[in-house]
């Protein structure tokens, strides 16, 4: 089982290795929205401080939410890529900058 919010992280870090690794290549990639459609089950703890979760459901482990109730989501993610400064303070757009490639507009 993964919760949703695990899974959206684990998206983040491959997609920041997947542009990391494009670094210098001569194929290069914009970032632009990703879509994600997953089932998930909602589920809620019984202690006074009841959380809410949802957790990605495949299509094997449906049965084991039977008392769940799940749900389609589809979600799209924008990548904005952003700098923090090093002094702290609010996010910024990243500036890209370097030498312009061949066929570049």
Do not use: C, H
């Not at 684990?10 to 920041?16: A, D, F, K, V």
């Not at 039977?66 to 989501?73: F, P, S």
């Amino acid at each position: 089982m993964i919760e949703l919010s695990d899974m959206i992280r684990e998206l983040r870090g491959r997609l920041t290795t997947a542009l990391a690794d494009g670094a210098g290549e001569v194929i290069r990639f914009e970032a632009g929205p990703v879509e994600i459609e997953a089932t998930v089950a909602v589920t809620r703890e019984a202690d006074p401080n009841a959380k809410v979760r949802f957790w990605v459901v495949d299509a094997s482990t449906k049965g084991a939410y039977a008392n769940a109730q799940t749900q389609r989501v589809k979600l799209t993610l924008t990548l904005t890529p952003t700098t923090v400064p090093a002094a702290g303070g609010p996010p910024r757009p990243a500036v890209i900058a370097g030498d312009e490639a061949p066929d570049e507009r």
